[in-house]
């Protein structure tokens, strides 16, 4: 890969695609349009997130990817190798040990500090896109601040199903002024969206960057009387014990039998080398 | 016990090679060689480099190579190559009235100034398989005659001398670039342009044809289509004057539409536009159908609510490589928002009491 610049995009680009950034950090919120390039992987596959990566990575970074909380799902080896292999970086899997952490799905359990950069893929930027696919009409909306039409949406939900229906890609506001959509990370993750790293969102093939900056107020929206709620399974980690980690479902046999485990595998892996034990789990630690 | 799943990149390493093995195939077949794809498969590669928007055949060909014949796939290989490429300029526009031409045929009239000439074309072959090929025959030599020594004027000209056909405004504005700006509507006809030369061919065809058959229909005639190559000319600021730095084949069509006139244009005949890389003339006449179809407010038509009308719906939906990577991004792992939906289905089912009906009856 000799023949590429550092972490693969050339410098103008990467010019670009600060500049982006930067707008959207002054307007939290705001999807920035970016002419987002052709990656040599799919659009679709975190090519969004990879471009941003790319653009705030330095040498002296260390680099985590995960993909549905997990290090070792297969996209999230793929992006990791990639810039290992353009960038030559520090990787890691340890959550605190890393300054640059791109996420498709999840924000990580163990909270994020301020010197941590957390990159999110997203598929569909805009919040308001199942409701009205025009882009010409969302954008119109958010100008006029006009969410009428995601209210009345959650208020169908209620009135339909007696509750909020949207589990993942909850929509929120930022800073009280613009709804954004987080990506889809379940709703049990939103609440962390408020936190002291700063938040960067890039949709490769829909072309917008957006983003969070540190300690930014950001409300999942929701009714007084249907108030918002951080849902997850009511189990605890079978494998580490947490009660307070989000969880995957895993089926164990023909007869129906579960398990749920931590999502997020770094955190699993350190509670369980901290000595906790869950119900199926054995005893790691020396 | 279950075993966090572990191992994914010895996995993806293994799939590699399973694949590259795949590719080769057979190895007591003889290999094919890219120079035999570029020669023997021309029009695929015809293909890739329209819808890869980078003229080089030979890169075309490796890239078809690569992807095993599947053409999509090669596209997206030339595409992640060619946004790596430096850009030293932009040459002058081609001008395609000095085209050599190959081909040129025309609709509307019988003869006009160049004449009709078919070229190599598959029009009249009757779709029989020639079992012959699979016994690799020989080919004899096909007749030749001299090549024009003069220009041959594009048809809609002689219909512009009677101005019953639209004029095209005359513009010197840099013309749009949609892998260096940000699609944003309406986009202007440059950019449409753009977007449906290196538009899927599929997509181009179906949102053509769905125009001939009503939908916002405009009928057209072929006025010319023209297959052949031009030179490409590059100003070169040292030098203070533009040089030959090589030619392209490309396709041309122009279509001539019926109009009656609308409430500001008179009655005349309008005007759609094609211009693909390559002898690919099913995309060069698609896309002039398409570019008339998108022209209706600019010509002050009716908006029909016809799909090949609607700027938005053309241009965000003809790109196949965002469109296969987004489709094809369905299989990567979802079982976070799965497992979100799973738990928000079971509460409704339960607070709904489904599932106590359902154990009820059961019993």
Known sequence: MSDYNFAYLDEQTKRMIRRAILKGLAVPGYQVPFASREMPMPYGWGTGGVQVSAAVLTPEDTFKVIDQGSDDTTNAVSIRKFFEKTADVAVTEATEAASVIQTRHRIPEAELSEDQILVYQVPIPEPLRFLEPRETETRKMHSLEEYGLMHVKLYEDISQHGAIATSYAYPVKVADRYVMDPSPIPKFDNPKLEMAAIQLFGAGREQRIYAVPPYTPVVSLDFEDYPFEATKADHPCDLCGAEDSYLDEVILDDAGNRMFVCSDSDYCRSRREAGHVGRLGVETAA | ?363
Not at chain 2, 119 to 129: A, I, K, M, N, V
Not at chain 2, 287 to 311: H, I, S, Y
């Open chain 2, 1 to 363: 016990m279950y075993v966090a799943v572990k191992g994914g990149e010895r996995a993806i390493e293994n799939a590699h090679a399973w694949l590259a093995e795949e590719r080769r195939g057979d190895t007591s077949v003889a290999e094919l060689s890219v120079a035999q794809i570029r020669e023997q498969l021309a029009l695929a590669v015809n293909r890739v480099m329209a819808e890869g928007s980078l003229y080089d055949p030979d890169l075309a060909a490796l890239a078809i190579k690569q992807a095993r014949g599947d053409l999509i796939e090669a596209i997206f290989l030339i595409r992640a190559y060619r946004t790596t490429l430096p850009r030293f300029g932009a040459t002058r526009p081609v001008e395609t009235g000095e085209m050599v031409c190959d081909r040129r045929i025309s609709a509307t009239f019988k003869d006009a100034p160049g004449g009709q000439v078919l070229g190599p074309t598959f029009d009249y072959t009757h779709r029989l398989l020639d079992f012959k090929l699979a016994a690799e025959g020989e080919v004899p030599e096909a007749p030749k005659a001299d090549p024009r020594s003069e220009s041959t004027p594009h048809i809609t000209e002689f219909l512009q001398g009677e101005d019953i056909i639209q004029r095209e405004p005359e513009s010197e504005a840099v013309p749009g670039d949609l892998t260096r700006q940000p699609m944003s509507f309406p986009a202007g006809r440059d950019v449409r342009l753009q977007s449906l030369t290196r538009g899927d061919e599929g997509f181009i065809l179906g949102m053509a044809y769905s125009t001939q058959r009503g939908y916002a229909r405009n009928h057209a005639f072929v006025g010319e289509l023209r297959i052949g190559t031009v030179a490409v000319e590059m100003e070169i600021p040292e030098l203070g004057f533009a040089i030959e730095i090589g030619e392209v084949e490309l396709t041309e069509c122009e279509t001539v539409n019926q109009f009656k006139g609308s409430k500001t244009e008179p009655p005349q005949f309008t005007r759609g536009y094609g211009l693909v890389f390559g002898q690919t003339e099913r995309k060069a006449i698609a896309m002039a159908l398409v570019d008339r179809a998108l022209r209706w407010r600019e010509l002050g038509e009716d908006f029909l609510g016809a799909a090949a009308q609607d700027e938005e719906f053309v241009l965000s939906h003809s790109d196949n490589i965002q469109a296969t990577g987004f489709l094809e991004h369905i299989k990567l792992p979802h079982y976070v928002d799965f497992q979100s939906e799973l738990e928000l289905v079971r509460k409704l089912r339960r607070e709904a009491g489904v599932d106590d009906e359902a154990r009820e009856a059961a019993e």
